[in-house]
């Protein structure tokens, strides 16, 4: 069994979103900023998704709104922000859950929120997001993740999951 | 709006389960392999969890089985391997989803599948690995989540939600 407590840090990389570093020699781990993601449903029980190219896999993916958060930000204000940003709604907030992306190499967590009372509200968007708003129904989304028809990331199922979990309890 | 469709790639690290890239001299691209993780209930609604120290973190999670898959790997082949693994049972899967754990910056995909007629069987664990089987109710992990009580990853949440998606519908 290793030594499970890192204690001798090596600085592969300090870029501008991801800083790599090797841990006693031997465990490979990139520090990232925490980032925040927003379920928003609609009166119709659709999922507000944001559709847009990602470079790190070369496709177009479905997600909901999201971001990093900047630093000293608050995760709900960033929440609030990125909703106004990638979609043109500002909104009241609920804490669904936190967890992290993939702990066994990076430390990127991320605070899921449902937005409820949404109202117009638009901030401009990053130079380099090109975003397309679309409804999705949850379970459709979900089927279509299942089956390989939609591209999407943990933030798209676990609102997509949330989201059929309120529609379930509310029947 | 920036060129989407990276062109020239500027490779920084290439290590053991991590290789990071710049794409257009602009995009950090992590390169990481697939992973798959199991969902498994037992008979009183308990999903089996496993615990353990993640370097990246400090701190120790709670998550599903999960793991990286090898070369040339089926998914289910790695699911079944890891459950065997990480908790001595072998049994039949069922895909929940697949989705990319953070696009933004990194490639990796997540297998997410359901496991049924658990049965014991073991296989010798990675020797870096030191891990503790746990069963809990999908319901607390999801509060203890929320409330900051438990460390989990997207994996964590994903299975949860889906023990309960399925519990809500079997009423």
């Known amino acids: 069994m290793a030594d499970p407590v890192p204690t001798q840090t090596e600085l592969i990389y300090d870029g501008r979103i991801v800083r790599l570093e090797v841990l006693n020699g031997r465990y490979e781990v990139v520090r990232h900023a925490d980032a925040v993601a927003v379920l928003a449903l609609n009166g119709q029980g659709e999922m507000l998704c944001v559709s847009q190219f990602r ?7 479905l997600e909901v709104p999201a971001g990093l958060m900047e630093k000293g930000e608050d995760p709900a ?9 990638e979609a043109g709604f500002d909104a009241d907030l609920e804490k669904l ?3 992290y992306a993939s702990p ?40 279509e993740l299942r089956d390989g028809r939609t591209v999407g990331s943990a933030t798209t199922v676990t ?7 309120r529609q379930m309890e509310s029947r």
């Open 55 to 61: 470079p790190a896999l070369g496709l177009t993916t």
């Open 77 to 85: 204000a960033a929440a609030r922000r990125e909703l106004q940003e």
């Open 97 to 99: 859950t936190f967890f």
């Open 104 to 143: 066994g190499f990076c430390d990127e967590g991320l605070h899921i929120f449902a937005a409820t009372n949404l109202r117009e509200s638009r901030l401009p968007m990053d130079d380099d997001e090109d975003i397309e708003v679309i409804w999705r129904r949850p379970a459709e989304v979900l089927d």
């Open 159 to 165: 609102a997509a999951l949330f989201a059929l979990g």
